[in-house]
């Protein structure tokens, strides 16, 4: 079983609404990843954690603040976003991290008002 | 640095007929390969992927891919398309220790009846 979910599958808040993004994998996978991806273009890497460690934060605005309460589950809390933060969320996990294969979820839509 | 090239934006085949989408890649190591699928609003899916032995690999729904190092290219292709083979195509390889894929922009496939 390669399954990645996410919930929820669709979101729309307003720019003073407080969510979070959900992500489960029961893989055994240590490392995990929020990517997002913008209409027509590739994904783009955000956040890496490793063994429930954030490893990498690709720059990410603080609006974005990723969690890690155990090594199946990755929140993505959002606080005060903009509408340009419209764009499809993606979480993926792997094995380990580095040079693996990532499976990934089926996303989030979320459309910022 | 590491850079994935897909030359053609938008392809149109019609069913039945064969496929071949491009990509080359940019990496000083032995690169790891991947090329995804997405359907539209969805997340990704492997097709395929290559770290090392045979240079054509194998995948899911009648995929293959051929490696060749010469070429710093890893092109996807499939011998009879399928409608439902319509969708956009990722080719990534994977940036190294940090776990980081850098796609390529992406192919779309269309499929004309």
């Known amino acids: 079983d390669t399954e990645v979910t996410q919930t929820p599958k669709h979101l729309v808040m307003g720019m003073t609404n407080k969510k979070s993004l959900k992500c489960e994998q029961h893989?055994?996978?240590?490392?995990m990843y929020w990517y997002k991806q913008k209409a027509k273009k590739p994904p783009e890497l955000m956040f890496v954690y490793s063994y429930e460690k954030l490893s990498i934060n690709e720059s990410v605005p603080s609006r974005f603040s990723p969690e890690c309460p155990n090594s199946s589950l990755l929140n993505l809390h959002l606080h005060a976003l903009q509408p340009e933060d419209s764009a499809l969320y993606l979480c993926a996990s792997s094995y380990l991290q580095g040079a693996e294969t990532q499976y990934f979820g089926p996303g989030t839509r979320l459309l910022v008002l | 640095a590491q850079s994935v090239t897909q030359p053609d934006i938008h392809i149109t085949v019609s069913e039945g007929a064969s496929l071949e989408l491009r990509c080359n890649y940019s990496y000083g190591a032995t690169p790891y390969l991947f090329w995804y699928v997405q359907s539209p609003g969805q997340g990704l899916q492997l097709l395929l992927k290559y770290f090392s032995g045979d240079t054509l690999v194998q995948g899911i729904k009648g995929f293959e891919a051929e490696f060749k190092r010469s070429q710093s290219s890893f092109n996807l292709r499939k011998p009879s398309v399928h409608w439902s083979d319509a969708a956009e195509y990722f080719c990534?390889?994977?940036?190294?220790?940090?776990?980081?894929?850098?796609f390529g922009k992406g192919t779309k496939l269309s499929v004309k009846p």
């Open positions: 893989m055994g996978h240590r490392a």
């Open positions: 990534a390889v994977d940036g190294g220790s940090q776990g980081n894929l850098i």
